[in-house]
């Protein structure tokens, strides 16, 4: 069956624009996770939507929002973009929310760079 | 948020075994220790979990301290293809929902 796939693989943008990333999850799946990753920080949790409800959410500005579609599929948006949010962001899907011994997949990420 | 703690990095010869430790010496009982990967230029992947007993897999092994308070996670024979970070978590119960924490990794490297 069909991983997590995102759209767009790559994007530029300039400071100040906003832009909007999206996420497919597999089939079936109810959840998806949004993370940032850069060289400097890591991999950092953004938030998390479940059945079209925000479960969880990280330590990030308000400029970082998203949401789910009644199919699972997510999208997040990050407004007055700085350049400090050039990374790569990962979308992962999973069946539950909470649920300790599940399996979150990965997509192949987005790379965001802000000129 | 529970915390883990990894070497930076380490170097294996194809073919050997390599085995990847991991603290977290503040674990809590319900909570599940959880390896992830990710090879260069991908989304990370899930490699094994376990609770309290050592857990295998087609891809890993995965040895828990009877304390809990540690882990190593051992790919018997090591391939060009495990090179990667490898990343120890731990899942927290239900109030976490699916939040994953990761900490800076393992990066392996693995020669021919």
């Known amino acids: 069956k069909a991983g997590v796939t995102q759209t767009p693989r790559y994007l530029i943008k300039t400071r100040g624009q906003q832009v909007t990333l999206s996420c497919s999850p597999i089939?079936?799946?109810?959840?998806v996770s949004w993370y940032q990753q850069t060289p400097g920080q890591g991999l950092q949790f953004l938030f998390e939507?479940?059945?079209?409800?925000?479960?969880n959410k990280g330590n990030f500005p308000g400029r970082f929002s998203g949401r789910q579609f009644s199919n699972s599929r997510s999208e997040m948006n990050v407004s007055t973009l700085e350049l400090g949010d050039s990374a790569l962001y990962l979308c992962?899907?999973?069946?539950?929310?909470?649920?300790?011994?599940?399996?979150?997949?990965f997509g192949p990420g987005t790379r965001l760079t802000v000129l | 948020d529970a915390k883990t703690t990894q070497p930076n990095s380490m170097e294996s010869n194809e073919e050997e075994p390599v085995h990847l430790p991991c603290n977290h010496s503040?674990?809590?009982?319900?909570?599940?220790i959880h390896w992830y990967r990710q090879l260069p230029s991908q989304g990370p992947e899930y490699v094994i979990h376990?609770?309290?007993s050592n857990v295998n897999n087609r891809m890993a092994s995965l040895a828990i301290a009877e304390d809990r308070k540690s882990s190593t996670l051992i790919l018997h024979r090591a391939t060009l293809r495990d090179a990667a970070v490898y990343y120890c978590?731990?899942?927290?119960?239900?109030?976490?929902?699916?939040?994953?924490?990761f900490g800076g990794g393992t990066r392996v490297l693995v020669k021919p």
């Open positions: 939507y479940f059945s079209e409800t925000q479960r």
């Open positions: 503040t674990i809590s009982g319900t909570d599940y």
């Open positions: 978590i731990l899942r927290e119960g239900k109030a976490a929902g699916n939040k994953l924490t």
């Open positions: 376990g609770l309290t």
């Open positions: 992962a899907s999973s069946w539950a929310s909470g649920v300790s011994t599940d399996t979150q997949y």
């Open positions: 089939s079936g799946h109810r959840s």
